[in-house]
């Protein structure tokens, strides 16, 4: 087996890890009281450790055999893979655009896996890991520095920019990952050290401003921001420092520039889709307990008011709270002015309610 296919197979195993592994984690969170973050006594919770912890080993070891432009994209399946995985295992079924953005992802993939040329692994030089660690460094301050000067005012656009520097950061740490486990495998232990620093930094940094990004501005826009520009990142790096290329020369280029296009937008499509279907659970959810609450054992709306008997309505509003003993006014006496008005047909005055103008029976 060549080393591009078992890079290949490597990303694919990792994929489905991931997204077995995100399918339990999602079980255990929904079922239990949600006071902590990592139910160590739960089982299950320990399987989805393993899966992640299994992905991420295979995702490493199928950087060190394979070209960087195509492994990185290659993990975008993960959730591709969950949406299949969900209705099958956990029988929560997808809508008709969650299933169009997976075939569209799945395609551009396919063609990028398909115009991807072999190529042999190497990692990069001390000169070259400075040059780009500084320049990642410079652009992700920079783009920290451009989201914090946005401020509140304009809150999409200040997590689009922060989430950009989130996926430069986890772009960038696959980049330095893959040099190590070049370096790795070559027996060279003790010149990948100053990497893993700067893999740690890159991760760090990535998850603050992942975090930085979603606050004010929800989910879906800066979700899909990272998931677009995390392997675009590391694909350019690929092709321009590591020696990877497509095949068919530049006709080969555009067409997989086309592919990584559609597959960045079904992608786009998967995400908004999910986290509105889950946000539309989150406030049925809200609702119910919000009706539960407002009503009492005895299925009455709690903190119910004396109000007027259906009839007529003023100017068509709804009914009138009155206080006790109130609507129980004494006919006016005899001969009074106020009786005299009534009878001399005064507009408006002293009449019924339901002969007044603007009441309706």
Known sequence: MS????????????????????IVQERVASGGDGRSYAPLRNSA???????NGAGALLHVVALAYGPLSL????????????LPMAALFVGRSAGRTAWRGAVMAAVGLAGLLALTGSSESHALGGADQ???????FGAVAALFLAGQGLGSQRPMMRSVVLATGAGVAFGMASVFTKTVAVE???????????????????????LL??????RGAGLTAPLATVTVVNPVVAAVVGLTLFGEHFRFGLLGTLLALAAGALAAAGLVLLTTQRLAAER????????????SKGRTADGTDSGSTRRRPPGPRQGGRGPVVLPEGAGESEPPAAG????????????????????????RP
Not at 71 to 82: H, K, R, S
């Open 280 to 291: 539309g659970r989150q406030d049925g959810r809200t609702a119910e307990g919000r009706t």
């Open 336 to 359: 009074s002015g106020r009786a005299e008005r009534t009878r001399a047909g005064s507009p408006g005055v002293g009449r019924p309610a339901s002969a007044a103008p603007g009441f």
């Open 209 to 214: 401003l992942s975090q930085a990004a979603y």
């Open 3 to 22: 080393s591009l296919a078992l890079s290949v197979l490597l990303s694919l195993v990792s994929a489905v890890a991931y997204a077995a592994g995100a």
């Open 45 to 51: 919770w320990w399987a989805a450790v393993g899966l």
């Open 130 to 136: 400075l040059l780009l660690a500084t320049a990642t």
């Open 184 to 206: 790795w495998t070559s027996g060279a232990l003790e010149e990948g050290l100053p990497s893993l620093l700067v893999i740690a930094v890159f991760a760090a940094a990535g």
């Open 71 to 82: 492994v990185q994209p290659l993990g975008a399946l993960t959730i591709v893979f969950a």
